[in-house]
């Protein structure tokens, strides 16, 4: 096991990379908020295993910051980490970041935070971390 939780949260910081393509986008022809929301969970589900090393389901997601529309045609970069530890949970926050293809511009679009809870083999709580 690594030698603290401090090292433990900064190796499991996970970042996917995705492009916008017009098939997950609305009539606006942004994002769709629930294929965002999807991807959170995706990203947030993969940083907490990494994290706990164990198996791990989400208990609940909270406030999502919609800041920008993130158009068609944009890079997305996804990046989650944990930022609370408890008994049998972990909360991940979850960043989306949209960068415009063909510039060097970069924001944030979409924040928000994913709860987690480790469970056994009968959907039982366990501790998070040994």
């Not at 679009?109 to 009968?122: E, L, M, P, R, T």
Request: proline content about 4%.
């Amino acid at each position: 096991m690594m030698s603290s939780i401090t090292e433990l949260i900064e190796t499991s910081e996970t970042r996917i990379f995705k492009a916008v393509f017009p098939n997950t986008t609305n009539h606006y022809e942004t994002l769709f908020g629930g294929t965002a929301l999807q991807l959170m969970d995706e990203v947030s589900f993969i940083c907490a295993t990494r994290f706990s090393r164990k198996k791990v389901v989400t208990i609940s997601s909270d406030k999502i910051d919609f800041e920008k529309p993130i158009p068609a045609g944009s890079i997305i970069e996804l990046v989650a980490k944990v930022s609370e530890v408890g008994r049998t949970s972990c909360l991940v926050k979850v960043d989306i970041y949209k960068e415009d293809m063909y510039t060097y511009d970069r924001e944030i679009a979409v924040s928000g935070n994913f709860k987690f809870v480790a469970i056994d083999h009968d959907k039982k709580p366990i501790p998070i971390l040994d």
